[in-house]
C-alpha cells in the first residue's frame, strides 16, 4: 500500500547501516499516510544534499515502488490527465509522481555544483514489462490490471515475450560519447550488464567470487565512444530457463503457463 506501507504488515523500513539488522533497521510506522514515491524522493535528496563529495564519490541506487500495483495516487497527480480511461489515468498520474522524483533528485545533485553534476552518471531504466492481465471487458495480453500497455511488444511481466523483458531507459552524462549521446541505441543489454559498465565507468574492472566471470558484459567502451565497432559488446543473452517452477504469463492456467516452463535465449536480432 502507497500510503499505509503494508504488504499486509508493515514493510517501511529506514538501514542506515550495512547489512542492517536488529538495533539499526528502523520500522518507519509514524509515516502512515504519506505517499511513499514522495517520500523516497525525499530520502534521496537528503542523501545527495548531506554528502560530502569531497571525501568520497557517490553511488545512489534509487529503486522505488512506482509504478507498480496497487493504483494508488494522490488527485493532484492525475487532475491532467482526465482525457484518459480510468486505467491510464491513474497509471498516467503514478508516473507523473515519478517523474517529479526523478526531477527532485536530479535537481539535488545539480545543487552540489557543475564539478560533481559533470562527473555525474544518470541510468533510469524499468525492471520488466507491464502487466497485462484481463479486465474490464479486454482480452488478456490487452487489458491491463495498472493501465500499463506493452503496444506493439507481446505479452508482459511474467513471460519471456519481449512485452515482458525488453524494456526503455536512457543514460544521461557529460562524459558520454558525442556519438552516443541523444540517440536511440538497439545494442542487446542485460540488467546484468549495469554493474561491470559502472565499475569501468569508474576507472575499475568487476570480476566475480574468486576471480569468476560476471554474467554482465561492461558497455563502458562503447558508451564512452572508445569502442567504435558495429558489433555490440554483448551478442546473446539467457533471459532464463525454468523447468520446476514457470512464473504465470499470459495464457497460463493455474498459474503453471499450461504446465509447462518458459525458456528464453536471444542471439542478437534473433529470439528462441
Known sequence: DYYKHTNPALDFHLDEGFNCGSGCSKALSELSGNYSTELYADRNVYVVKNHDFSRSPLFLYSAFQAVH???????????PYAHLNS?????????S???MAVGQIVHAWKQKGSEVWDNTLVVFTTDNGGPVGARNGHPKGIGSATGSQNWPLRGGKGSYF??????TGFAYGKMLSSGFGGKTTFDL??????LPTFVEAAGGRAVGPSGKALDGVSHWSRWAGNDTRSVAPREDLLINIERDFPTTA???TNGKCNGKGQYGVMKGRYKL
Open 69 to 79: 500495483s496497487p493504483i494508488q495516487v494522490p488527485d493532484r497527480y492525475v487532475t
Open 87 to 95: 486505467e491510464r489515468r491513474d497509471f498516467a498520474g503514478m508516473l
Open 97 to 99: 509522481a515519478l517523474d
Open 162 to 167: 519481449q512485452g515482458g523483458v525488453r524494456g
Open 189 to 194: 543489454t542485460s540488467l546484468t550488464d549495469l
Open 250 to 252: 499470459p495464457g497460463s
